[in-house]
T-cell receptor
Framework: GAGVSQSPSNKVTEKGKDVELRCDPI?????LYWYRQSLGQGLEFLIY????????KSGLPSDRFSAERTGGSVSTLTIQRTQQEDSAVYLC???????????FGSGTRLTVV | GENVEQHPSTLSVQEGDSAVIKCTYS??????FPWYKQELGKGPQLIID?????GEKKDQRIAVTLNKTAKHFSLHITETQPEDSAVYFC??????????FGTGTRLLVSP
């Protein structure tokens, strides 16, 4: 596609429920990144994919967070048993194969009530 | 370790003035330093970047400078306009696999 697409754009969920966030990267971009941005805060790295493998998942906050990427394209970030502190904007970015030239999506705003 | 410090956290200027945002990185191996602009409700957008083999780069009203010895890099915006109001993030490619971002600077340009 022309840009990085994230869905849903907004998600409100009850505490304890599981959520799935989707990212469609730019076609042909082999690298895909997930970041979290809490209200008024900076960009916290979560996980990085090169193709379908995740060489760096050091930023995942707990074992409730997981991510996968299939076909070298779409990625899904899953948060199990959501907590209120998970409320944030989750941003996805893709690049041709290195950190240069990141393109971000518009994010998914997750609210846990 | 992976760390990029950014200041100021907020910056208010009058239209037409210049704005400068400064960052410091810790990984001497970093060789790529992009800057991103984030408008309300949108994802960050790349506005300019610099590689470690140059000391300065300009693109119209924006410029970035890099001092590798001091591990400092800065964003300069001249002749600021209200549409420059946004949050700006510096970053570096620590470990060459991902970007690590500063904490952001909220720039407000008043007409």
């Amino acid at each position: 596609g022309a840009g990085v697409s994230q869905s849903p754009s907004n998600k409100v969920t009850e505490k304890g429920k599981d959520v799935e966030l989707r990212c469609d990267p730019i076609s042909g971009h082999t690298a895909l990144y997930w970041y979290r941005q809490s209200l008024g805060q900076g960009l916290e790295f979560l996980i990085y994919f090169q193709g379908n493998s995740a060489p760096d998942k050091s930023g995942l906050p707990s074992d409730r967070f997981s991510a996968e990427r299939t076909g070298g394209s779409v990625s899904t970030l899953t948060i199990q048993r959501t907590q209120q502190e998970d409320s944030a904007v989750y941003l996805c970015a893709s690049s041709p194969g290195s950190p240069m030239g990141y393109t971000f999506g518009s994010g998914t705003r997750l609210t846990v009530v | 370790g992976e760390n990029v410090e950014q200041h100021p956290s907020t910056l208010s200027v009058q239209e037409g003035d210049s704005a400068v945002i400064k960052c410091t990185y810790s990984d001497s191996a970093s060789n790529y330093f992009p800057w991103y602009k984030q408008e309300l409700g949108k994802g960050p957008q790349l506005i300019i970047d610099i590689r470690s083999n140059v000391g300065e780069k300009k693109d119209q009203r924006i410029a970035v400078t890099l001092n590798k010895t001091a591990k400092h890099f800065s964003l300069h915006i001249t002749e600021t306009q209200p549409e420059d109001s946004a949050v700006y993030f510096c970053s570096d490619n620590t470990g060459f696999q991902k970007l690590v971002f500063g904490t952001g600077t909220r720039l407000l340009v008043s007409p």
